[in-house]
C-alpha cells in the first residue's frame, strides 16, 4: 500500500535521485558537497526537475518528493512539513507502507528518471537500484574517483561499463 500527501503533480517532472554512500571519503564529501550546492542551486531554475529523497529531506530544496517506508516512519515528525501550507505546494510526500527495502529501492528506481551515484562500494542496496534502472532503461550517471579510492569501486566499474559520467552540473541537465 503507498500512501501520499502533497502535491502528486510533482510526478510529472524529471526526478534526479542522488545515492550518496554511508561511506563516502572525506575528500570527495568536499567535492560532491560543492556538486551538489551546484546542482541543487540550477534544479531550482529548471521547471521541469525535482529532487527525490529517500527516508531524508533537506528543506533547502524548493522541489521535493520525498519516499518514506515504515522503518523510518519517525522521520516525518522532523521533517516540518505543513501541508496546508502554499509554501509546502512544491512537496510530495510518499509513504511506502512496507519494511521490506528491496520494495522501497524498487519503487524508487521506478520512478526516477536520473540516477546520480558520486561515489559508491560495492553493496546490494546501491546494485539493486542500478539493475532495475538498467532494466527500465534510466539514466545512470557517475562522478570518476581516484582508482585507488576504496569507496569508489563499484562507481568506477559503472563508468567502465557505459554509464554516464558527470565532470559538471550541466552533464546532468543535459
Known amino acids: 500500500m503507498i500512501l501520499y500527501f502533497g502535491n502528486i503533480e510533482l510526478l ?3 526526478k534526479v535521485y542522488i545515492y550518496l554512500d554511508d561511506n563516502i571519503s572525506s575528500a570527495y564529501a568536499k567535492k560532491m558537497k560543492k ?4 546542482f541543487v542551486d540550477s534544479i531550482s531554475k529548471y521547471k521541469d526537475y525535482t529532487l527525490l529523497f529517500l527516508n531524508k529531506s533537506n528543506e533547502n530544496i524548493s522541489k521535493k518528493i520525498i519516499l518514506l517506508n515504515m522503518d523510518n516512519i519517525n522521520i516525518f515528525n522532523s521533517l516540518n512539513i505543513d501541508f496546508n501550507s502554499k509554501n509546502n505546494l512544491n512537496t510530495l510526500l510518499i509513504f511506502l507502507l512496507y519494511k521490506d527495502q528491496n520494495y522501497s529501492n524498487f519503487f524508487l528506481s521506478n520512478i526516477l528518471d536520473k540516477l546520480i551515484i558520486p ?4 553493496k546490494k542496496e546501491i546494485i539493486d537500484i542500478v539493475n532495475i534502472c538498467l532494466d527500465t532503461s534510466k539514466e545512470i550517471y557517475v562522478t570518476p574517483s ?3 579510492n576504496k569507496n569508489a569501486v563499484f562507481s568506477n566499474y559503472l563508468i567502465k ?3 554516464n ?3 559538471n552540473k550541466y552533464d546532468i541537465l543535459k
Open 12 to 14: 510529472l517532472l524529471k
Open 165 to 167: 559520467v558527470i565532470l
Open 146 to 148: 581516484n582508482i585507488t
Open 35 to 38: 556538486l551538489l550546492e551546484n
Open 161 to 163: 561499463q557505459g554509464a
Open 119 to 122: 561515489e559508491a562500494k560495492y
